[in-house]
C-alpha cells in the first residue's frame, strides 16, 4: 500500500487505471486520451474536480507526473500498477488490485464527483477551458470514429 499525506479517493484509482491503460509506458498522455479511456473504463466522464484532485494527490504520493502537455507514470507508479497488467483480471478485478494497492476508499453511492477536489492544496492542473477543450476533442473523436463504421 502507497503512503501519503491524504486519503486516496475511489476517482483517483479510475483516473489512475485510465493513464496506466492511456499509452506506452514512459511517454506523456494527453487530457484528451484519459479523458476517452476513462470513458471506455466507466462510462462516465471526469470532472475536472476528480482530475486536478487526483493528479494532486496522485503526484504528491510520487506515482505521477503531470506535465504541460498531460502526465505520466513515475517509477513508482510504474511499480505499482505492473503487477496488475501481468496477471490476467477483468478490469474490476484490476481496478480493485490497484485500490487496494493504493489504499484507496471504495466507491460509495452518493459520492459528489464535483467535490474530489485535493484538500490540501489549491493548485490547479486543469482549468474549465482546458478540460472543456479536451473532452470536446475526444467527442470528436468518437464522432469520427462512428462515421467511419
Known amino acids: 500500500m502507497m503512503s501519503s499525506p491524504s ?25 484528451e486520451t484519459i479523458i476517452g479511456v476513462g470513458d471506455g473504463i466507466n462510462h ?11 493528479f494532486s494527490r496522485l503526484q504528491r504520493a510520487g506515482i505521477i507526473r503531470v506535465h504541460e502537455d498531460g502526465c505520466s507514470l513515475t517509477p513508482a507508479g510504474e511499480k505499482l500498477v505492473t503487477p496488475s497488467l501481468k496477471k490476467p ?13 493504493l489504499g484507496a476508499e471504495d466507491w460509495k453511492p452518493g459520492t459528489d464527483p ?3 477536489d485535493d484538500a490540501e492544496t489549491e493548485v490547479r492542473y486543469v482549468d474549465d477551458a482546458m478540460f ?5 476533442a475526444y467527442k470528436n473523436s468518437m464522432k469520427r470514429t462512428k462515421k467511419k463504421k
Open 7 to 31: 486519503t486516496f479517493l475511489w476517482s483517483d484509482v479510475w483516473l489512475l487505471t485510465s493513464i496506466c491503460l492511456a499509452g506506452p509506458r514512459g511517454s506523456a498522455v494527453s487530457l
Open 44 to 54: 462516465a466522464i471526469f470532472t475536472p474536480s476528480e482530475v486536478n484532485g487526483g
Open 89 to 101: 483480471l477483468s478490469l474490476a478485478k484490476r481496478m480493485e488490485h490497484i485500490r487496494k494497492q
Open 114 to 116: 464535483h467535490a474530489a
Open 132 to 136: 472543456d477543450a479536451a473532452y470536446k
